[in-house]
């Protein structure tokens, strides 16, 4: 069955700190791996997004990463700010479908 | 460029109410979404469209229809409607090319 999991269910952290949001995936074959950021009340909005070939990909103080092998992704959010605190979601699709997988998501929350 | 917006943001309906919720974009996207968020959940999707005059069931259609009236919107119906349904609906538009998907603000729903 297709399922994406994402660990921890929660955080905090110090304004300044760094962090990262883990996320696992059983989706075949895969297409493509985005990280969402959303905000409490909004809609998810795109960080990044990721295919097979690529390890790496980063969007200002998001860098996120992945091991296709292992069917691993890390979201990291360096020197967070305030405006960090969110959800972040990792969602996966698979190839030749029009569908994605949700993970249930980090809530992240920064503190001053 | 509004981009995906929703009507309405809030609602309130009794058990075996009917409604309607609304979903347009403006990017001249082909691929639309409805999507309901519950706690604790990733994102479920209700239906898909494809294409103008095309729709597809999603992971978690019953209780609900859909109508893809263009290609600008698409609407969410449901004709009569149970504390089940108590959700964040988000509609969102899928780009061709990048295969990225953009999401409205969503609407709150309340079902007693």
């Known amino acids: 069955k297709n399922q994406v999991e994402q660990s921890p269910q929660s955080l905090i952290i110090l304004e300044g700190k760094n962090c990262t949001l883990q996320?696992?995936?059983?989706?075949?074959?895969?297409?493509?791996l985005r990280w969402y950021k959303q905000d409490t009340g909004r809609g998810p909005v795109s960080l990044t997004i990721?295919?097979?070939?690529?390890n790496t990909k980063s969007n200002g103080r998001y860098t996120a990463t992945l091991d296709a092998d292992t069917k691993q992704s890390s979201l990291h959010i360096t020197a967070s700010q305030l405006s960090d605190s969110a959800s972040y979601i990792c969602v996966v699709s698979a190839k030749g479908t029009y569908k994605y997988i949700f993970g249930t998501g980090t809530r992240l929350k920064v503190l001053a | 460029n509004a981009g995906v917006t929703q009507t309405p943001k809030f609602q309130v309906l009794k058990t075996g109410q009917s409604m309607t919720l609304q979903c347009a974009q403006d990017m001249n996207h082909n691929s639309m979404y409805w999507y309901r968020q519950d706690p604790g959940m990733g994102l479920r999707l209700i239906y898909y469209s494809a294409s103008e005059g095309t729709t597809d069931k999603g992971e978690v259609p019953n209780g609900y229809n859909v109508s893809r009236l263009n290609k600008r919107e698409f609407s969410l119906r449901l004709e009569s409607a149970a504390p089940s349904q108590t959700s964040v609906y988000f509609c969102?538009?899928?780009?061709?090319?990048?295969?990225?998907?953009?999401f409205g603000p969503g609407t709150r729903l309340t079902v007693t």
């Open positions: 996320c696992n995936y059983t989706v075949s074959p895969f297409s493509n």
């Open positions: 969102a538009s899928r780009d061709l090319y990048s295969y990225e998907q953009y």
């Open positions: 990721m295919t097979f070939s690529e």
